[in-house]
């Protein structure tokens, strides 16, 4: 069964840059889906970013984070990667790595265990 693991999150300054990285256990491309969520203390899980593992790894960003997180791939290694750009302290939370079919919350059939990010000013 596919395992993702999301690395130690951190903690930024507003306006600075975090890099998460996700390593799956098996080939990302088994999975059409591969996306980043977030959940702050409070709130319900939301969407960040997805990126469709196949068809030339097209993406979506949530309007929150549009022209400031960019989602990646790496199939040779099975990583996928969040950047992280101008941080806002509303983007704290803990973030998830999760994989599945469609590219929605309840479509994602693998989840990672989360990694906190804590942006301060």
């Known amino acids: 069964q596919l395992q993702l693991e999301e690395s130690e999150g951190g903690s930024a300054q507003v306006g600075g840059s975090l890099r998460l990285t996700c390593a799956a256990t098996e080939d990302i491309t088994k999975n059409k889906v591969m996306g980043w969520f977030r959940q702050a203390p409070g709130k319900k899980r939301e969407a960040v970013a997805y990126?469709?593992?196949?068809?030339?790894?097209?993406?979506y960003y949530d309007e929150s984070v549009r022209g400031r997180f960019t989602i990646s791939q790496d199939n040779a290694k099975n990583l996928i990667y969040l950047q992280m750009n101008n941080l806002r302290p509303e983007d704290s939370a803990t973030y998830y790595c999760?994989?599945?079919?469609?590219?929605?919350?309840?479509?994602?059939?693998?989840w990672g265990k989360g990694t906190l990010v804590t942006i301060s000013s």
């Open positions: 990126i469709y593992t196949h068809h030339g790894g097209s993406e």
């Open positions: 999760a994989a599945g079919i469609v590219a929605s919350l309840d479509g994602m059939d693998y």
